[in-house]
Protein backbone atom coordinates (compact mmCIF):
# COMPACT_ATOMS: atom_id res chain seq x y z
CA UNK A 1 0.00 0.00 0.00
CA UNK A 2 1.64 3.48 -1.01
CA UNK A 3 1.15 7.02 -0.34
CA UNK A 4 1.81 9.99 -0.91
CA UNK A 5 2.74 10.90 2.63
CA UNK A 6 5.46 8.51 2.08
CA UNK A 7 9.09 9.74 1.06
CA UNK A 8 12.55 8.31 0.65
CA UNK A 9 14.13 6.47 3.28
CA UNK A 10 17.22 7.32 4.28
CA UNK A 11 19.28 4.54 5.71
CA UNK A 12 21.64 6.23 7.35
CA UNK A 13 19.20 8.20 9.90
CA UNK A 14 19.92 6.74 12.65
CA UNK A 15 16.07 6.86 13.48
CA UNK A 16 15.58 4.55 10.34
CA UNK A 17 14.33 1.17 11.02
CA UNK A 18 15.62 -1.63 9.22
CA UNK A 19 15.90 -4.99 8.35
CA UNK A 20 19.10 -7.30 10.45
CA UNK A 21 21.18 -9.45 7.96
CA UNK A 22 21.14 -12.81 8.94
CA UNK A 23 24.94 -12.85 10.43
CA UNK A 24 23.30 -9.78 13.61
CA UNK A 25 19.64 -12.47 14.09
CA UNK A 26 21.60 -15.33 14.60
CA UNK A 27 23.96 -13.59 17.29
CA UNK A 28 21.41 -12.01 19.43
CA UNK A 29 19.31 -13.80 21.82
CA UNK A 30 16.29 -15.37 20.47
CA UNK A 31 12.66 -13.68 19.55
CA UNK A 32 10.94 -12.32 22.08
CA UNK A 33 8.50 -14.40 23.99
CA UNK A 34 5.62 -12.49 25.55
CA UNK A 35 4.66 -14.20 28.83
CA UNK A 36 2.75 -11.21 30.75
CA UNK A 37 1.57 -8.15 30.98
CA UNK A 38 4.10 -6.76 32.62
CA UNK A 39 6.78 -7.76 29.82
CA UNK A 40 4.72 -5.82 26.96
CA UNK A 41 4.96 -2.79 29.19
CA UNK A 42 8.51 -2.93 29.63
CA UNK A 43 9.05 -3.66 25.78
CA UNK A 44 7.09 -0.66 25.34
CA UNK A 45 8.74 1.86 28.04
CA UNK A 46 12.14 0.57 26.54
CA UNK A 47 11.03 2.02 23.28
CA UNK A 48 10.17 4.91 24.06
CA UNK A 49 13.19 6.02 26.12
CA UNK A 50 15.31 4.98 23.02
CA UNK A 51 12.93 7.49 21.23
CA UNK A 52 14.61 10.29 23.25
CA UNK A 53 10.91 10.76 25.07
CA UNK A 54 11.13 13.13 27.43
CA UNK A 55 7.73 11.95 29.04
CA UNK A 56 5.90 8.69 29.17
CA UNK A 57 2.50 7.80 30.41
CA UNK A 58 1.20 4.38 30.70
CA UNK A 59 -2.16 3.29 31.18
CA UNK A 60 -3.45 0.01 32.61
CA UNK A 61 -6.80 -1.28 33.06
CA UNK A 62 -7.08 -4.54 35.36
CA UNK A 63 -5.03 -6.90 35.25
CA UNK A 64 -2.79 -5.27 31.98
CA UNK A 65 -4.65 -8.24 29.80
CA UNK A 66 -7.68 -5.86 28.71
CA UNK A 67 -6.07 -3.11 27.68
CA UNK A 68 -2.80 -1.17 27.87
CA UNK A 69 -1.31 2.20 26.44
CA UNK A 70 1.90 3.62 26.66
CA UNK A 71 2.06 6.91 25.02
CA UNK A 72 5.48 8.92 24.46
CA UNK A 73 6.41 12.35 23.02
CA UNK A 74 9.75 10.59 21.58
CA UNK A 75 10.97 11.41 18.03
CA UNK A 76 8.44 9.35 16.68
CA UNK A 77 8.42 6.97 13.18
CA UNK A 78 7.62 7.99 9.52
CA UNK A 79 5.43 5.66 7.86
CA UNK A 80 8.01 3.35 6.01
CA UNK A 81 9.20 2.81 9.38
CA UNK A 82 6.56 1.76 11.45
CA UNK A 83 5.38 -0.70 8.48
CA UNK A 84 9.30 -2.25 9.16
CA UNK A 85 9.03 -1.79 13.37
CA UNK A 86 6.27 -4.83 13.05
CA UNK A 87 8.40 -7.09 11.23
CA UNK A 88 10.51 -9.37 12.87
CA UNK A 89 14.69 -8.45 12.87
CA UNK A 90 13.61 -4.88 12.08
CA UNK A 91 15.13 -2.74 13.72
CA UNK A 92 16.57 1.21 14.12
CA UNK A 93 18.84 0.42 17.21
CA UNK A 94 21.46 -2.10 15.27
CA UNK A 95 22.59 -2.17 12.09
CA UNK A 96 24.99 -4.98 12.12
CA UNK A 97 26.40 -7.84 14.76
CA UNK A 98 29.57 -5.45 14.84
CA UNK A 99 27.67 -2.56 16.71
CA UNK A 100 27.07 -5.64 19.63
CA UNK A 101 29.44 -4.61 21.42
CA UNK A 102 28.94 -0.70 21.95
CA UNK A 103 25.16 -1.12 21.75
CA UNK A 104 23.52 1.24 24.67
CA UNK A 105 19.87 1.05 23.74
CA UNK A 106 17.41 -0.83 25.87
CA UNK A 107 15.79 -3.05 23.34
CA UNK A 108 18.00 -3.26 20.18
CA UNK A 109 16.63 -6.62 19.66
CA UNK A 110 13.48 -5.02 17.33
CA UNK A 111 11.47 -8.07 18.57
CA UNK A 112 8.79 -6.22 20.56
CA UNK A 113 5.81 -5.17 18.57
CA UNK A 114 5.46 -8.29 16.54
CA UNK A 115 6.18 -10.73 19.10
CA UNK A 116 3.13 -7.77 21.07
CA UNK A 117 0.91 -8.04 17.51
CA UNK A 118 1.18 -11.97 17.77
CA UNK A 119 -0.05 -11.62 21.57
CA UNK A 120 -2.75 -9.26 21.26
CA UNK A 121 -4.43 -6.75 19.22
CA UNK A 122 -1.68 -4.04 18.55
CA UNK A 123 -2.27 -0.68 17.36
CA UNK A 124 0.31 1.98 16.89
CA UNK A 125 0.13 5.79 16.21
CA UNK A 126 3.11 7.60 15.84
CA UNK A 127 4.64 10.75 13.86
CA UNK A 128 8.27 12.13 13.42
CA UNK A 129 6.66 15.61 13.37
CA UNK A 130 8.00 16.05 9.82
CA UNK A 131 4.92 14.52 7.87
CA UNK A 132 1.41 13.35 8.98
CA UNK A 133 0.97 11.18 11.36
CA UNK A 134 0.54 7.48 10.82
CA UNK A 135 -1.64 4.62 12.62
CA UNK A 136 -1.00 1.05 12.02
CA UNK A 137 -3.21 -1.58 12.87
CA UNK A 138 -2.35 -5.25 13.10
CA UNK A 139 -5.35 -7.51 11.69
CA UNK A 140 -4.52 -11.03 11.03
CA UNK A 141 -0.97 -10.64 10.84
CA UNK A 142 -1.21 -8.33 8.45
CA UNK A 143 -0.77 -4.22 8.92
CA UNK A 144 -3.29 -1.90 7.86
CA UNK A 145 -1.88 1.97 7.48
CA UNK A 146 -4.22 4.78 7.31
CA UNK A 147 -3.71 8.81 8.21
CA UNK A 148 -4.57 9.86 11.44
CA UNK A 149 -2.99 13.30 13.11
CA UNK A 150 -0.81 12.82 16.14
CA UNK A 151 2.03 14.99 17.58
CA UNK A 152 5.63 14.41 17.41
CA UNK A 153 6.17 11.08 19.74
CA UNK A 154 4.39 7.58 19.42
CA UNK A 155 1.48 5.59 21.27
CA UNK A 156 1.15 2.08 21.30
CA UNK A 157 -2.32 0.10 22.68
CA UNK A 158 -2.48 -3.09 23.15
CA UNK A 159 -5.78 -5.20 23.50
CA UNK A 160 -6.98 -8.65 24.54
CA UNK A 161 -3.79 -9.41 25.16
CA UNK A 162 -3.85 -13.78 25.21
CA UNK A 163 -7.59 -13.48 24.18
CA UNK A 164 -6.65 -16.89 21.80
CA UNK A 165 -4.05 -18.11 24.01
CA UNK A 166 -6.56 -19.80 26.76
CA UNK A 167 -3.46 -21.58 28.86
CA UNK A 168 -0.92 -18.56 28.51
CA UNK A 169 -4.06 -16.60 30.46
CA UNK A 170 -4.67 -19.33 32.84
CA UNK A 171 -1.07 -19.58 33.87
CA UNK A 172 -1.33 -15.73 34.86
CA UNK A 173 -1.68 -15.31 38.37
CA UNK A 174 -4.29 -13.23 40.09
CA UNK A 175 -4.92 -9.79 39.10
CA UNK A 176 -3.96 -7.74 41.88
CA UNK A 177 -0.76 -10.16 41.21
CA UNK A 178 -0.32 -9.17 37.64
CA UNK A 179 -0.74 -5.28 38.21
CA UNK A 180 0.99 -5.10 41.08
CA UNK A 181 4.28 -6.49 38.72
CA UNK A 182 3.49 -4.07 36.29
CA UNK A 183 3.76 -1.06 38.94
CA UNK A 184 6.69 -2.47 40.14
CA UNK A 185 8.27 -2.57 36.59
CA UNK A 186 6.90 1.28 35.58
CA UNK A 187 8.43 2.60 39.37
CA UNK A 188 11.79 0.95 38.83
CA UNK A 189 11.69 2.80 35.30
CA UNK A 190 10.29 5.94 37.37
CA UNK A 191 12.75 5.84 40.25
CA UNK A 192 16.34 5.18 37.57
CA UNK A 193 15.26 7.55 35.25
CA UNK A 194 14.85 10.68 37.23
CA UNK A 195 15.09 12.81 34.02
CA UNK A 196 12.27 11.35 32.17
CA UNK A 197 8.80 12.26 33.65
CA UNK A 198 6.77 8.85 33.84
CA UNK A 199 3.30 8.21 34.97
CA UNK A 200 1.00 4.64 36.01
CA UNK A 201 -2.35 5.00 35.20
CA UNK A 202 -4.71 2.11 36.52
CA UNK A 203 -8.39 2.20 35.62
CA UNK A 204 -8.43 5.38 35.10
CA UNK A 205 -7.13 6.49 38.04
CA UNK A 206 -3.25 7.99 38.20
CA UNK A 207 -1.22 6.45 40.99
CA UNK A 208 1.96 8.45 40.57
CA UNK A 209 3.81 11.01 38.23
CA UNK A 210 7.18 11.80 38.42
CA UNK A 211 8.16 15.60 36.93
CA UNK A 212 11.20 14.34 35.01
CA UNK A 213 13.65 16.55 36.89
CA UNK A 214 16.43 14.26 36.71
CA UNK A 215 17.05 14.48 40.44
CA UNK A 216 16.18 10.90 42.17
CA UNK A 217 14.75 12.47 45.44
CA UNK A 218 11.86 14.22 43.44
CA UNK A 219 11.05 10.47 41.73
CA UNK A 220 11.32 8.72 45.22
CA UNK A 221 8.59 11.57 46.55
CA UNK A 222 6.25 10.69 43.73
CA UNK A 223 6.67 7.24 43.66
CA UNK A 224 6.57 6.89 47.84
CA UNK A 225 5.86 9.57 49.66
CA UNK A 226 7.18 12.15 52.22
CA UNK A 227 7.70 9.63 54.94
CA UNK A 228 10.36 8.40 53.16
CA UNK A 229 11.56 11.13 50.95
CA UNK A 230 12.22 12.84 54.08
CA UNK A 231 14.42 10.22 55.86
CA UNK A 232 16.86 10.43 52.37
CA UNK A 233 20.20 11.64 50.92
CA UNK A 234 21.42 11.54 47.44
CA UNK A 235 24.98 10.76 46.45
CA UNK A 236 27.36 10.52 43.77
CA UNK A 237 30.58 8.56 43.18
CA UNK A 238 33.41 8.31 40.94
CA UNK A 239 36.61 6.13 40.24
CA UNK A 240 37.98 4.42 37.75
CA UNK A 241 38.12 1.11 36.33
CA UNK A 242 40.97 -1.18 34.17
CA UNK A 243 38.96 -2.38 30.95
CA UNK A 244 41.16 -2.98 27.73
CA UNK A 245 44.16 -2.13 29.32
CA UNK A 246 43.30 1.53 30.39
CA UNK A 247 41.41 2.97 32.74
CA UNK A 248 37.92 4.26 32.93
CA UNK A 249 35.37 5.79 34.48
CA UNK A 250 32.58 4.20 36.70
CA UNK A 251 30.02 6.56 38.08
CA UNK A 252 27.47 5.64 40.72
CA UNK A 253 24.76 8.06 41.64
CA UNK A 254 21.35 7.73 43.31
CA UNK A 255 19.49 7.95 46.68
CA UNK A 256 19.67 6.05 49.81
CA UNK A 257 16.53 6.07 52.45
CA UNK A 258 17.86 5.77 56.17
CA UNK A 259 17.57 2.57 57.74
CA UNK A 260 15.19 3.59 60.01
CA UNK A 261 12.79 2.71 57.17
CA UNK A 262 13.07 -0.72 55.63
CA UNK A 263 11.08 -3.50 53.59
CA UNK A 264 10.91 -7.30 54.49
CA UNK A 265 12.90 -8.28 50.96
CA UNK A 266 15.02 -6.89 48.57
CA UNK A 267 12.55 -5.86 46.15
CA UNK A 268 13.27 -2.29 47.17
CA UNK A 269 16.11 -1.53 46.10
CA UNK A 270 16.26 -0.49 42.38
CA UNK A 271 19.65 -0.91 40.37
CA UNK A 272 20.34 0.25 36.64
CA UNK A 273 23.20 0.01 34.25
CA UNK A 274 23.72 2.38 31.85
CA UNK A 275 19.56 3.64 32.38
CA UNK A 276 18.97 0.28 31.80
CA UNK A 277 16.76 -0.94 34.86
CA UNK A 278 17.86 -4.53 35.85
CA UNK A 279 17.11 -7.49 39.15
CA UNK A 280 21.27 -6.99 39.90
CA UNK A 281 21.45 -9.09 43.09
CA UNK A 282 25.32 -8.42 43.10
CA UNK A 283 24.84 -4.73 43.14
CA UNK A 284 21.64 -5.17 45.78
CA UNK A 285 24.15 -7.16 47.87
CA UNK A 286 27.09 -4.46 47.61
CA UNK A 287 24.38 -2.19 48.78
CA UNK A 288 23.43 -3.79 51.28
CA UNK A 289 27.10 -4.67 52.25
CA UNK A 290 27.76 -1.27 52.55
CA UNK A 291 24.57 -0.17 54.77
CA UNK A 292 26.22 -2.76 56.92
CA UNK A 293 24.65 -3.51 60.84
CA UNK A 294 22.73 -0.27 60.23
CA UNK A 295 20.16 -2.57 59.03
CA UNK A 296 18.06 -4.59 61.54
CA UNK A 297 17.93 -8.38 61.54
CA UNK A 298 16.35 -9.18 58.18
CA UNK A 299 15.29 -6.18 57.14
CA UNK A 300 16.48 -4.51 54.07
CA UNK A 301 16.88 -0.91 52.96
CA UNK A 302 14.79 1.38 50.39
CA UNK A 303 17.33 2.20 47.63
CA UNK A 304 18.26 3.59 43.87
CA UNK A 305 21.71 3.14 42.63
CA UNK A 306 22.50 3.67 38.81
CA UNK A 307 26.03 2.70 37.41
CA UNK A 308 26.89 4.40 34.32
CA UNK A 309 30.24 2.49 32.73
CA UNK A 310 31.42 1.87 29.51
CA UNK A 311 29.67 0.27 27.40
CA UNK A 312 32.12 -2.59 26.24
CA UNK A 313 31.96 -3.49 29.84
CA UNK A 314 28.28 -4.73 29.67
CA UNK A 315 26.82 -7.08 27.56
CA UNK A 316 22.91 -6.88 27.88
CA UNK A 317 22.03 -9.69 25.77
CA UNK A 318 22.27 -12.30 28.27
CA UNK A 319 18.26 -12.60 29.40
CA UNK A 320 15.32 -12.59 27.01
CA UNK A 321 13.50 -10.10 28.91
CA UNK A 322 16.67 -7.39 29.32
CA UNK A 323 16.00 -7.80 33.26
CA UNK A 324 19.66 -8.94 33.90
CA UNK A 325 23.05 -7.76 32.77
CA UNK A 326 26.63 -9.49 32.55
CA UNK A 327 29.51 -7.19 33.60
CA UNK A 328 33.00 -7.97 32.63
CA UNK A 329 34.34 -5.36 35.77
CA UNK A 330 31.58 -6.87 38.42
CA UNK A 331 34.19 -6.80 40.98
CA UNK A 332 34.97 -3.17 40.47
CA UNK A 333 31.92 -1.56 39.95
CA UNK A 334 30.83 -3.89 42.46
CA UNK A 335 33.29 -2.62 44.87
CA UNK A 336 32.48 1.21 43.47
CA UNK A 337 28.71 0.47 44.20
CA UNK A 338 29.66 -0.50 48.18
CA UNK A 339 32.29 2.33 48.38
CA UNK A 340 29.68 5.22 46.99
CA UNK A 341 26.67 3.95 49.66
CA UNK A 342 29.21 3.70 52.58
CA UNK A 343 30.56 7.24 52.35
CA UNK A 344 26.96 8.68 51.41
CA UNK A 345 25.68 6.79 54.90
CA UNK A 346 28.70 7.30 56.82
CA UNK A 347 28.04 11.72 56.41
CA UNK A 348 24.38 11.38 56.35
CA UNK A 349 22.24 11.86 59.80
CA UNK A 350 20.60 8.64 60.64
CA UNK A 351 19.59 9.47 63.96
CA UNK A 352 16.11 7.78 64.93
CA UNK A 353 12.48 8.86 65.92
CA UNK A 354 11.60 6.99 68.99
CA UNK A 355 10.16 3.76 69.03
CA UNK A 356 7.30 1.76 71.25
CA UNK A 357 8.65 -0.08 73.87
CA UNK A 358 7.73 -3.73 75.34
CA UNK A 359 9.54 -3.83 78.33
CA UNK A 360 11.52 -7.10 79.54
CA UNK A 361 9.75 -7.33 82.54
CA UNK A 362 6.54 -7.62 80.87
CA UNK A 363 7.21 -10.41 78.68
CA UNK A 364 8.71 -11.94 81.69
CA UNK A 365 5.46 -12.60 83.29
CA UNK A 366 4.77 -16.30 84.71
CA UNK A 367 3.43 -18.74 81.66
CA UNK A 368 2.39 -21.99 83.35
CA UNK A 369 3.91 -24.94 81.90
CA UNK A 370 7.58 -26.49 82.38
CA UNK A 371 10.27 -24.51 80.72
CA UNK A 372 12.47 -27.00 78.40
CA UNK A 373 15.51 -25.03 79.22
CA UNK A 374 14.61 -24.95 83.02
CA UNK A 375 18.34 -26.97 83.99
CA UNK A 376 19.94 -24.44 82.01
CA UNK A 377 22.24 -21.94 84.54
CA UNK A 378 23.27 -18.69 83.36
CA UNK A 379 27.28 -17.97 83.50
CA UNK A 380 27.22 -14.37 82.13
CA UNK A 381 26.63 -12.39 78.86
CA UNK A 382 28.98 -12.05 75.87
CA UNK A 383 29.01 -9.28 73.36
CA UNK A 384 26.31 -8.19 75.08
CA UNK A 385 24.42 -10.19 72.61
CA UNK A 386 24.42 -13.82 73.66
CA UNK A 387 23.43 -15.20 77.02
CA UNK A 388 25.73 -18.18 77.68
CA UNK A 389 24.79 -20.79 80.19
CA UNK A 390 25.52 -24.21 81.17
CA UNK A 391 23.15 -27.49 80.97
CA UNK A 392 24.57 -30.83 82.00
CA UNK A 393 27.73 -31.42 79.72
CA UNK A 394 26.05 -28.95 77.04
CA UNK A 395 27.09 -25.17 76.62
CA UNK A 396 24.25 -23.20 75.47
CA UNK A 397 24.57 -20.05 73.66
CA UNK A 398 21.07 -18.03 73.60
CA UNK A 399 20.78 -14.88 71.58
CA UNK A 400 18.99 -12.62 73.41
CA UNK A 401 17.07 -10.62 70.33
CA UNK A 402 16.00 -13.68 68.75
CA UNK A 403 14.66 -15.14 72.35
CA UNK A 404 12.94 -11.79 73.64
CA UNK A 405 11.04 -11.89 70.14
CA UNK A 406 9.76 -15.21 70.71
CA UNK A 407 8.28 -14.66 73.81
CA UNK A 408 6.84 -11.13 72.47
CA UNK A 409 5.47 -12.91 68.98
CA UNK A 410 3.76 -16.01 71.38
CA UNK A 411 2.24 -12.94 73.75
CA UNK A 412 0.70 -10.84 70.69
CA UNK A 413 -0.12 -14.55 68.96
CA UNK A 414 -2.18 -15.48 72.63
CA UNK A 415 -3.58 -11.94 72.74
CA UNK A 416 -5.26 -12.36 69.11
CA UNK A 417 -6.23 -15.62 69.71
CA UNK A 418 -7.97 -15.06 72.35
CA UNK A 419 -9.94 -12.06 71.95
CA UNK A 420 -9.53 -10.70 68.31
CA UNK A 421 -7.71 -8.19 66.97
CA UNK A 422 -7.57 -4.99 69.34
CA UNK A 423 -7.49 -1.84 67.41
CA UNK A 424 -7.50 1.78 68.07
CA UNK A 425 -8.71 4.32 65.77
CA UNK A 426 -6.39 7.53 64.23
CA UNK A 427 -7.57 10.69 65.24
CA UNK A 428 -6.83 12.17 62.84
CA UNK A 429 -6.62 9.45 60.09
CA UNK A 430 -3.14 9.15 58.57
CA UNK A 431 -2.38 10.68 55.08
CA UNK A 432 -0.18 8.39 53.26
CA UNK A 433 1.19 7.72 49.55
CA UNK A 434 1.52 4.53 48.78
CA UNK A 435 3.27 2.24 46.04
CA UNK A 436 0.56 1.95 42.81
CA UNK A 437 0.33 -1.65 43.86
CA UNK A 438 -0.58 -1.13 47.68
CA UNK A 439 -2.90 1.46 46.60
CA UNK A 440 -4.76 -0.88 44.28
CA UNK A 441 -4.79 -3.65 47.24
CA UNK A 442 -6.09 -0.57 49.51
CA UNK A 443 -8.94 0.00 47.08
CA UNK A 444 -10.04 -3.53 46.29
CA UNK A 445 -9.38 -5.23 49.30
CA UNK A 446 -10.48 -3.37 51.92
CA UNK A 447 -12.25 -6.24 53.78
CA UNK A 448 -9.44 -8.45 54.09
CA UNK A 449 -7.36 -5.29 55.39
CA UNK A 450 -10.12 -4.89 58.20
CA UNK A 451 -9.29 -8.59 58.85
CA UNK A 452 -6.18 -7.88 59.91
CA UNK A 453 -6.93 -4.33 62.00
CA UNK A 454 -6.46 -2.20 59.30
CA UNK A 455 -9.09 0.20 57.87
CA UNK A 456 -7.84 2.61 54.89
CA UNK A 457 -9.76 4.16 52.38
CA UNK A 458 -8.47 5.66 49.00
CA UNK A 459 -8.24 9.30 49.19
CA UNK A 460 -6.95 10.14 45.27
CA UNK A 461 -4.06 8.41 43.07
CA UNK A 462 -1.89 5.97 45.57
CA UNK A 463 -3.19 8.10 48.39
CA UNK A 464 -5.04 6.90 51.18
CA UNK A 465 -6.23 7.80 55.12
CA UNK A 466 -5.76 5.19 57.27
CA UNK A 467 -8.06 5.40 59.94
CA UNK A 468 -7.52 2.07 61.97
CA UNK A 469 -4.84 -0.16 62.98
CA UNK A 470 -4.40 -3.28 64.77
CA UNK A 471 -3.13 -2.87 68.33
CA UNK A 472 -3.10 -6.16 69.99
CA UNK A 473 -1.59 -5.99 73.74
CA UNK A 474 -2.08 -1.91 73.47
CA UNK A 475 0.80 -1.90 71.03
CA UNK A 476 -0.55 0.01 67.60
CA UNK A 477 0.77 -0.81 64.64
CA UNK A 478 2.67 1.83 63.10
CA UNK A 479 2.19 3.08 59.53
CA UNK A 480 5.39 0.96 58.05
CA UNK A 481 3.67 -2.11 59.55
CA UNK A 482 0.61 -0.99 57.32
CA UNK A 483 2.70 -0.36 54.14
CA UNK A 484 4.49 -3.82 54.79
CA UNK A 485 1.18 -5.74 54.83
CA UNK A 486 -0.56 -3.87 52.12
CA UNK A 487 3.09 -4.51 49.77
CA UNK A 488 2.60 -8.54 50.74
CA UNK A 489 -1.09 -8.92 49.83
CA UNK A 490 -0.03 -7.10 46.34
CA UNK A 491 2.29 -9.81 46.03
CA UNK A 492 -0.25 -12.05 46.70
CA UNK A 493 0.14 -13.17 50.27
CA UNK A 494 -2.81 -14.25 52.07
CA UNK A 495 -4.23 -12.34 55.33
CA UNK A 496 -3.42 -14.72 57.39
CA UNK A 497 0.22 -15.33 56.41
CA UNK A 498 0.18 -11.21 56.61
CA UNK A 499 -1.15 -11.58 60.19
CA UNK A 500 1.92 -13.81 61.56
CA UNK A 501 4.01 -11.15 59.41
CA UNK A 502 2.46 -8.12 61.25
CA UNK A 503 2.67 -10.06 65.03
CA UNK A 504 6.03 -10.47 64.22
CA UNK A 505 7.43 -7.06 63.10
CA UNK A 506 5.54 -5.77 66.33
CA UNK A 507 7.29 -8.06 68.26
CA UNK A 508 10.71 -7.58 66.31
CA UNK A 509 11.21 -3.95 67.03
CA UNK A 510 10.67 -3.22 70.86
CA UNK A 511 12.63 -6.77 71.58
CA UNK A 512 16.37 -6.44 72.89
CA UNK A 513 18.96 -5.68 70.68
CA UNK A 514 22.62 -6.31 70.67
CA UNK A 515 24.29 -3.81 72.93
CA UNK A 516 21.62 -4.26 75.70
CA UNK A 517 23.30 -5.03 78.98
CA UNK A 518 21.14 -7.53 81.10
CA UNK A 519 21.69 -8.94 84.66
CA UNK A 520 22.30 -12.67 85.55
CA UNK A 521 18.92 -12.48 87.41
CA UNK A 522 17.45 -10.55 83.86
CA UNK A 523 19.48 -12.88 81.80
CA UNK A 524 17.98 -15.95 83.64
CA UNK A 525 14.25 -15.36 83.47
CA UNK A 526 14.68 -14.55 79.84
CA UNK A 527 16.10 -18.15 79.24
CA UNK A 528 13.58 -19.07 81.78
CA UNK A 529 10.57 -17.92 79.27
CA UNK A 530 11.55 -18.45 76.31
CA UNK A 531 11.71 -22.18 77.36
CA UNK A 532 8.12 -22.50 78.22
CA UNK A 533 7.02 -20.65 74.52
CA UNK A 534 5.28 -23.40 72.44
CA UNK A 535 8.51 -22.89 69.82
CA UNK A 536 11.28 -22.22 71.85
CA UNK A 537 14.26 -22.77 69.28
CA UNK A 538 13.32 -20.30 66.49
CA UNK A 539 12.41 -16.75 66.46
CA UNK A 540 9.32 -16.04 64.58
CA UNK A 541 11.03 -15.45 61.47
CA UNK A 542 12.80 -18.53 61.47
CA UNK A 543 16.17 -18.06 62.98
CA UNK A 544 17.34 -19.90 65.87
CA UNK A 545 17.26 -18.85 69.65
CA UNK A 546 19.63 -21.44 70.77
CA UNK A 547 23.19 -23.17 69.94
CA UNK A 548 24.54 -25.95 71.86
CA UNK A 549 28.00 -26.85 72.08
CA UNK A 550 28.69 -30.31 73.55
CA UNK A 551 31.57 -30.56 75.96
CA UNK A 552 33.23 -33.47 73.70
CA UNK A 553 33.53 -30.76 70.88
CA UNK A 554 35.67 -28.30 73.35
CA UNK A 555 37.72 -31.50 74.43
CA UNK A 556 38.29 -32.22 70.63
CA UNK A 557 39.42 -28.80 69.84
CA UNK A 558 42.04 -28.80 72.73
CA UNK A 559 42.59 -32.14 71.95
CA UNK A 560 41.77 -33.30 75.24
CA UNK A 561 40.53 -37.08 76.04
CA UNK A 562 37.12 -37.35 76.32
CA UNK A 563 35.57 -37.50 79.85
Known amino acids: MSSENERPRNRDDPAAVQRLDEETVDRIAAGEVVTRPARVVGELLDNSLDAGASSVRVAVDGDGTEHIRVADDGHGMRREDARL ?112 AVSLIHDGRELFSTPGSGEYADALLSVYDRHVASRSTTFTHETPVETAGEHQPVRVEGVLVYPSTTRSDRSHIRTAVNQRPVVDEGLRRAVERAYGSLLPDGRHPVAVVACDLPPATVDANVHPAKAE ?40 EAKTGASVLDAATVLGQFQELYILCQEDDELL ?49 GDALATL ?111
Open 397 to 445: VVDQHAAHERVNYERLQAAVEGAGIETVTLDPPETLSLSPAAAAVVADR
Open 453 to 563: GFEATPFGGSTVKLSTVPAPMGRPADADAFRETVAAMARGAEPASVQDDVLADLACHPSLKAGDELSTERAAALVERVGRCEQPFACPHGRPTVLSIEAGTLAAGFERGAR
Open 85 to 196: AVERHATSKLRDAAELQSATSLGFRGEALPSIAEAGRLELVTSDGSEPGTRLVVEDGEPVVTDTGRARGTTVVVRDLFADRPARRESLGSAGTEFARVSDLVARYALTRPDV
Open 325 to 364: VALSVRQAVEAAVERGVNEALTTADLRRSGELSMELEESL
